[in-house]
């Protein structure tokens, strides 16, 4: 499980010498989507489909730009490395499994995501009450606000039809700031230049449908005061997790019922971290076995 750290340290309790301190650790891990999609090592392609004459056509080919570059960074890949191709509707059918085969042939890759049914609504105002703080001045907030639709298919070479369809509902909204609210007008006119790049943020978003989320946790880990137990912390702090669990396996040989209690936690911990959950889910029932639940 891939995994990236943000550590603060919280010195949250010191009873006594002979009690452990508790830090606190602030983990990010990744946890998987609903539409998670395991592209085995394979780049994918994306396919812009767009009616002929549509006005929105710079919109769905940025957004296909941004969806393939969040796959570049979600797979680890080099910029560029995601293809992206752009098709009208009477060119292509993709209910047909003919044009299907034929786009795996094209883009030569195995997994294909068409971007298509891009629909962008009516611009919608809001003003709230409250001024807001900007440059030494309180000023009247505008929002703006865009509602937009589009569909991704992903399609996965031997395997016939759709393996899986995404629906895009969602709403892009801009705060503008001013010495009075904005009317539609005004605010339209500001931000009429970003708009086409604003879809490439928009692909950027809708692209993490296919792909786990963050999500921060916090863990306690407990030190006492002495060589051992600092130095495994050290190891812990500087994410050397291995090194801190070699450390608290010798702990878990104490004689004191405790130590022993408190290292199988830290353990616990370490292997959530290292994506070892089964391991960590039985130190964790050690701990509280030792430890008669006072964690």
Known sequence: MKLKYIFYILVVLIVSSCAPISYTVSVDKKVPSANNVDFNGKIPSVIALSQRGSTDS????????GI??????????????VPVYFFYRD?????????????????GTDYIVVVDSLSVGDFEMSYPQQKGYYDGRYLAQSIISMPYRMNLTLYRNGVEGVSLRVHINEMESWLLMSEEPLPKVSALSKISDG?????????LSAAQEFFPSWESVNK???????????????????????????????????????????AAHNISVACEILGMEELSRNWAGISKKLLGGTL
């Open 220 to 262: 306690r880990i407990y030190v006492y005061n002495n060589g051992s137990w600092t130095q495994a912390y050290y190891y812990a702090y500087i994410f050397e997790w291995e090194k801190a669990m070699e450390i608290w396996l010798e702990e878990t040989k104490s004689g004191n019922v405790k130590k022993r209690g408190y």
């Open 58 to 65: 710079i919109y769905l080919s940025n957004a296909c730009i």
């Open 91 to 107: 060119e292509l059918d993709i209910n047909g499994q003919g044009d299907i085969d034929f786009l795996y042939s094209y883009t």
């Open 195 to 203: 708009i086409s790049d604003s879809f490439i943020t928009i692909g």
């Open 68 to 81: 393939a570059q969040s796959m570049e960074q979600n797979l680890s890949l080099d910029a560029g490395d």
